[in-house]
Nanobody, 124 residues
Framework: EVHVVESGGGLAQVGGSLRLSCVPS????????IGWFRQAPGKEREAVSC???????EHADSLKGRVIIFRNNTVNSMDLQLNELRPEDTAIYYC??????????????????WGQGIQVTVSS
């Protein structure tokens, strides 16, 4: 069964950076669209960034300039890096995979497979 696993969360400092990894199981990044989403306490889940299998990348408008999504071929993961961390970046971060999307890959409803999520806490 296709699934994804997130790693790399934990405690981070305001102004610092975090890097999360998404590792696929039983599929290749060449076949799926990968998205990163997050859900802060008391808020709805929102898109962070996504990357299509053809390499096209999209970022949430609120995070442009601070977020990078890239494929790490060394360990076969799709990594998310978030810079200039703020307390409001505290959330559970999810990786998801979609066979295909129609339109923007930031639409969470397009995704078929979700990881369990990983907690990121940003503090000063």
């Amino acid at each position: 069964e296709v699934h994804v696993v997130e790693s790399g969360g934990g405690l981070a400092q305001v102004g610092g950076s975090l890097r999360l990894s998404c590792v696929p199981s039983k599929f290749s990044f060449d076949e799926y669209v990968i998205g990163w989403f997050r859900q802060a306490p008391g808020k709805e889940r929102e898109a962070v960034s996504c990357r299509s299998f053809n390499g096209n990348v999209e970022h949430a408008d609120s995070l442009k300039g601070r977020v990078i999504i890239f494929r790490n071929n060394t360990v076969n993961s799709m990594d998310l890096q978030l810079n200039e961390l703020r307390p409001e970046d505290t959330a559970i971060y999810y990786c998801a995979a979609a066979w295909t999307v129609s339109g923007t890959c930031l639409n969470q409803w397009e995704y078929d497979y979700w990881g369990q999520g990983i907690q990121v806490t940003v503090s000063s």
